[in-house]
């Protein structure tokens, strides 16, 4: 299990003693993920928070006529979950899908918030970590209606520049809120600058 990529993550916040490491890789639950597989269905409680150890992952929507909306990509040291599900535990209006065969660690609620009250420090890490979420979640509500089409691709390639050449055009469209063909012209138009 690809446990010290776990480590280095969260040690990049606060050193961990080799007691705090024991016990938190007893509490993930390490999976290897198909491409197209979803460890979130619309309408499912998010019972588990992911760590990406490897493959890429997108969180969508789906509105009424039946067209996906992507809010978030994760990929390697990055952690995807429906927070407000998780949380609240009530039902999910999201999916999580696999972009690539991918391998994640998964931990349930009941042990993450285990793990916060045996080490406040973990509790603070994932505070800074979901302080971040929502700054960047607040940036992309700004850019949607404050930003043209090219500045929230431009914004995009500085948020997520390793996944410009992995992710389809159609998954980077929906994530910006325009066609595919509208991205391949704001494509063309900086190559061309």
Not at 11 to 19: N, T, V
Not at 106 to 128: A, G, M, V
């Amino acid at each position: 299990m690809s446990i010290s990529t776990l480590f280095s993550y969260l040690e990049s916040f606060i050193p961990l003693k080799q007691e705090e490491k024991e016990r938190i890789e007893k509490k993930f639950v390490h999976l290897t993920v198909n491409r197209k597989h979803r460890l979130l269905k619309a309408g499912e409680i998010c019972k588990d928070y992911f760590f990406v150890i490897s493959g890429c992952f997108r969180m969508f929507g789906v509105d009424d006529k039946g067209f996906e909306h992507n809010i978030q990509f994760a990929a390697e040291s990055d952690w995807i979950a429906d927070i407000g599900s998780f949380y609240s535990q009530k039902t999910s209006q999201l999916y999580i899908e696999a972009l690539e065969h991918a391998e994640v660690l998964s931990i349930r609620q009941q042990d993450l918030y285990e793990l916060f009250t045996s080490f406040p420090k973990l509790n603070r890490i994932f505070k800074i970590m979901i302080e971040h979420k929502y700054i960047e979640l607040q940036n992309r509500v700004l850019q949607n209606f404050s930003s043209t089409a090219e500045q929230r691709y431009l914004a995009f390639l500085e948020h997520y520049p390793h996944l410009k050449n992995r992710l389809p055009n159609t998954q980077i469209a929906s994530y910006l809120g325009i066609t595919p063909e509208f991205l391949s012209k704001i494509r063309k138009d900086l190559r061309d600058h």
